[in-house]
């Protein structure tokens, strides 16, 4: 009771933006991690997730689809994590252990520490965090010690994980060092590297057994490799563990599926997810501190080892993990053939709104908000430039599937929107009162952050975890190339446009005005067509006094004061070199057209601050009833009053 009223006084005060209200009722606990379709990380998501909403805490999750590659790696996946506003976050949690970059974390943390905000490092020890650390090394050390000291195998060999890495060098030292203190001695061949699978387990095993060198017990530095290696001895006729005990590392739930199962140590969700709590706990009452909070794994004893385990009945259900397993199989291979359909079927949309109707079409994409940057709806923008990397706040919901629901069921239909970038999501409020926990995943394309998605699960199903990376690979992928396709469409309508304009003017060119004056005629009809033929006054002298750069002017100019007084849909063009030339049915204005254009000459004139006035003479041709003049005519016509009026002009200056 102490700790809730605790949580309440210590609401921060800044919380400001639209959904302040509802998150002032909670802290709200980040959890940043990688690859959650891993059944370890979607189960300590799940885990944690309740005992927060017990603590009136709600977890958000930002999770990468694979881990960085580099020590300050900033690409599309790892975009998400600027997404975390320290305006609502409370306490981060860095799944260190998921990363396997220690280099990447350490950049994480003081990013996040920065903002102010406490910081718990979970697996892996990080500077300047609170760390609680799985003590795998000594996890280790505990299986390879019940196989020395309670079974008494002297001979034993250890199948290690991929030759280097850090978790396989931690286990190498914790064998060599269990040896040692039971003075057997250590060396180099009796490591093989079956890097941490199944296949080259086995070829390692295979090595041993061709080698006439199989030991007592083999060992293996994690539990794929164990149950891989077991089958293959069964296979080869030597009895498991009458001649060979093996034993892993890790604890999942695959090693009750073996027969015999698999002697291994682990870490359960359950004990982690309750060490983070009571940390965070600690630090809303006490204030951020630096500690080193062990974890270490528990031995889970079974008969490949050579033991008798009574109560693994009770404990696992042996079928259940396989089924899950080929569960998982089959459901990826159907799901993947319709995300493939949904992912072409996107590209071809004209729109948004079409868009979010083939994302809820299959009924896959449910508990899910997709939110892009505003920039990628602009098919002006080139998907090949450098854009910034972090998220704004002009974003654009795409798709909401809860939203998108209401609406069907009201008769209505779902339009994607602008929404507020530190809105976070829509819907957040009864989201939050729900105890639902949101997980965020950065969409990227060619290395470029176009959004991100939320999911938002009412109840834990482990297929939904499953399938976050095979949704977003697929919204990568189509969304990806919707923008493409939608940019090149721009560029080749931008080169038909270029190759219909003047570039001076910007009124048609001779190409251009041809395609819309016989549009124009198509539409004629029973009504007359207007003629204007437009010449510069004086433009030689312009030119000879003043440069060809304000002779360029002139005409410009002339030109945009023509356009503007002509009706819309009228065609105008450069016609010549200082000649341009409107056409456009008669709409009973053509008288007034004149001095509408000697006015907004006046007009440039007046602020244009240059020693000479931009003067044009313009002639207007009106057809009869039922007189249908070819082009060269109607030219000829309205060319002859323009110079007409060219002539009265200039007589009226002299």
């Not at 799940?46 to 999750?61: P, S, T």
Request: with cysteine; proline share 4%; hydrophobic share 35%.
């Amino acid at each position: 009771m102490c700790f809730i009223f605790a949580v309440l006084a210590l609401n921060i005060a800044y919380r400001d933006h639209e959904v302040s209200e509802m998150i002032g009722k909670y802290k709200i606990i980040v959890l940043c991690t990688c690859r959650i379709q891993d059944g370890e990380c979607h189960e300590l998501v799940n885990e944690l997730d309740k005992q927060l909403n017990k603590m009136d805490c709600r977890l958000f999750v930002y999770n990468c689809v694979s881990k960085p590659n580099t020590n300050t790696d900033k690409n599309a996946q790892t975009s998400v994590f600027d997404l975390i506003d320290p305006s609502f976050c409370d306490a981060v949690v860095i799944h260190s252990y998921r990363f396997d970059n220690s280099g990447y974390c350490e950049s994480l943390s003081q990013h996040f520490r920065d903002m102010g905000l406490p910081c718990i490092s979970l697996g892996e020890h990080i500077s300047g965090c609170l760390n609680i650390e799985y003590r795998h090394k000594d996890g280790f050390a505990e299986i390879v010690s019940h196989l020395v000291k309670y079974h008494g195998y002297k001979d034993i060999h250890m199948i290690a994980g991929v030759k280097g890495n850090s978790y396989s060098n931690e286990r190498i030292e914790a064998f060599r060092e269990v040896l040692q203190d039971n003075n057997i001695p250590f060396d180099d061949s009796m490591v093989s590297y079956g890097d941490f699978w199944s296949v080259p387990a086995v070829a390692a095993a295979e090595k041993l057994l061709k080698e006439n060198r199989l030991p007592q017990a083999i060992v293996c530095a994690n539990d794929h490799m164990a149950v891989a290696v077991s089958y293959f001895l069964q296979g080869q006729g030597i009895s498991v563990p009458g001649d060979v005990a093996v034993a892993g590392y890790d604890g999942i739930e695959t090693i009750y599926s073996a027969e015999p199962a698999v002697s291994s140590a682990g870490i359960f969700p359950s004990a982690i997810a309750k060490a983070v709590c009571e940390t965070i706990n600690r630090i809303f009452v006490q204030g951020a501190f630096e500690e080193n909070i062990p974890i270490v794994p528990e031995p889970i004893i079974n008969e490949s080892c050579g033991c008798t385990c009574e109560k693994k009945e009770l404990k696992f259900n042996a079928s259940a993990p396989y089924n899950e397993l080929i569960n998982k199989f089959y459901r990826f291979q159907d799901e993947n053939v319709i995300l493939s359909d949904v992912s072409e079927r996107i590209q071809q949309c004209d729109n948004f709104e079409d868009v979010a109707a083939e994302m809820r079409k299959d009924d896959l994409m449910y508990a899910m908000t997709c939110v892009i940057k505003r920039e990628c709806t602009d098919s002006s923008v080139n998907p090949e430039d450098e854009i910034q990397m972090h998220f704004g706040d002009e974003l654009f919901v795409l798709y909401d599937s809860d939203d998108w629901d209401k609406k069907r069921n009201n008769g209505e239909k779902f339009i994607p929107y602008d929404m507020n970038g530190r809105d976070i999501i829509p819907n957040l409020n009864e989201y939050l009162s729900n105890g639902r926990c949101f997980i965020f995943t950065a969409l990227g394309y060619l290395g470029v952050p176009l959004g991100y998605t939320c999911f938002h699960f009412s109840s834990y199903i482990p297929s939904n975890y499953y399938k976050i990376p095979q949704t977003v690979n697929m919204l990568n992928n189509a969304l990806g190339g919707l923008r493409s396709l939608r940019h090149q469409h721009y560029l080749l309508n931008r080169v038909d446009e270029i190759s219909r304009t003047d570039a001076l003017t910007g009124l048609c060119n001779r190409h251009g005005f041809c395609i819309e004056y016989e549009h124009i005629l198509r539409g004629l009809g029973e009504k007359s067509l207007a003629v204007i033929m437009c010449d510069l006054d004086e433009l030689k002298t312009i030119n000879d006094k003043f440069g060809h750069d304000n002779g360029d002017y002139a005409i410009k100019n002339a030109a945009q004061a023509l356009k503007k007084v002509c009706p819309p849909g009228a065609a105008c063009t450069r016609f010549g070199g200082d000649e341009m030339m409107a056409v456009f049915p008669c709409c009973g204005a053509e008288n007034d057209i004149r001095p509408l254009f000697y006015k907004a000459l006046d007009n440039i004139n007046e602020v244009s601050g240059k020693p000479y006035k931009v003067a044009a003479s313009m002639g207007i041709y009106i057809t009869q009833k039922d007189e249908r003049l070819s082009f060269d005519e109607l030219i000829r016509f309205s060319d002859k009053l323009m110079y007409e009026e060219k002539t009265r002009r200039k007589a009226a200056r002299i």
